[in-house]
């Protein structure tokens, strides 16, 4: 099975890469093919709402002057998508903005493409506004028929400093759960029926 974790901070290194990084740990054990892409810092523009996506359902955004295609790519393979990102302003990262907007429209235009897989947030926090980030990400991922595992806490790490995120202890082992939970519930789901599509109507 596929997982890929995508990566809303602008910064290498930083402290939402580590998270992500350690929940990808457990399914990279379990013999999960991973996946870690970061989409922070790169030109990457919002929806235009210009509707090409439901009137060509070719799987693609209608803006091709960035990567945005290739990432919805490896999310149409993938059998469970982890977004993360820092806390800007109590929400997320414009680029992850992008993501969320422009991919899950795509996949709502293309037979509920998202349906049936398994979508988890990751979040990285200096003090506050965190659960509004979870939030966000997680609206994708229930208005899109995703399945959405819980872990031990709410997925977020406390840091500001680059790598400061590595001294909350109880984050890193949240991660290690929610990996853990990802990598069961993957393997359920391979046994089971396909996940029942339904034409989606955009109006």
Not at 70 to 86: C, Q, R, T, V, W
Not at 130 to 143: K, R
Request: one cysteine or more.
């Amino acid at each position: 099975m596929k997982a890929i974790a995508i990566n809303g901070s602008p910064r290498p290194g930083g402290n939402t890469e580590i998270l992500l990084k350690k929940t990808l740990e457990p399914l990279e054990a379990a013999g999960w093919d991973t996946e870690y892409l970061r989409i922070g810092g790169k030109p990457l523009r919002g929806c235009v709402a210009c509707m090409q996506c439901v009137e060509r359902q070719n799987g693609k955004c209608a803006i091709e002057s960035d990567a945005m295609n290739e990432y919805i790519e490896k999310m149409f393979a993938a059998d469970a998508i982890i977004l993360g990102s820092p806390t800007y302003f109590a929400d997320v990262t414009s680029e992850l903005k992008a993501l969320i907007d422009r991919a899950g429209f795509v996949a709502l235009a293309n037979g509920g493409a998202f349906s049936g897989k398994i979508g988890a947030a990751v979040v990285a926090v200096r003090r506050g506004g965190a659960t509004h980030v979870f939030d966000t990400i997680n609206h994708m991922f229930l208005t899109s028929s995703m399945i959405v595992p819980g872990s031990l806490y709410w997925n977020l790490g406390v840091g500001c400093l680059k790598e400061e995120v590595r001294g909350d202890e109880e984050a890193l082992h949240n991660m290690e759960h929610l990996g853990r939970t990802i990598a069961w519930l993957g393997k359920g789901l391979a046994s089971a029926d396909p996940f029942p599509k339904v034409a989606v109507e955009l109006h």
